[in-house]
Nanobody, 116 residues
């Protein structure tokens, strides 16, 4: 099972930017989609952005035009660029990916807090 480690979270003012990274211990991009999710206090985990093996991307309506998902296959790393951050973006952000057998893994999460 591949191991995923997120980083890059923190405290940022409204309107600011962050870039999250998710480093995988093995290849996760060749077959299955990889994605970023988030979970705010008292709410269910929700899909934020997804990138397929063919590099097609999809975004939640709430982040379209502000967030960008990308990947570096050579580094087995997934990214989430977040611009124009809003207080409602505050959440723990998780990456999800699967190995070549389709076995999925979650990272431990990274906290993003948007507050003045």
């Amino acid at each position: 099972q591949v191991r995923l480690v997120e980083s890059g979270g923190g405290l940022v003012q409204p309107g600011g930017s962050l870039r999250l990274s998710c480093a995988a211990s093995g290849s996760i991009f060749s077959i299955n989609p990889t994605a970023w999710y988030r979970q705010a206090p008292g709410k269910q985990r929700e899909l934020v952005a997804l990138i397929t093996s063919g590099v097609t991307t999809n975004y939640a309506d709430s982040v379209k035009g502000r967030f960008a998902i990308s990947r570096d296959s050579a580094k087995n790393t997934l990214y989430l660029r977040m611009d124009s951050l809003k207080p409602e973006d505050t959440a723990v952000y998780y990456c999800h990916g699967a190995d070549s057998r389709g076995i999925g893994s979650w990272g431990q999460g990274t906290q993003v807090t948007v507050s003045s």
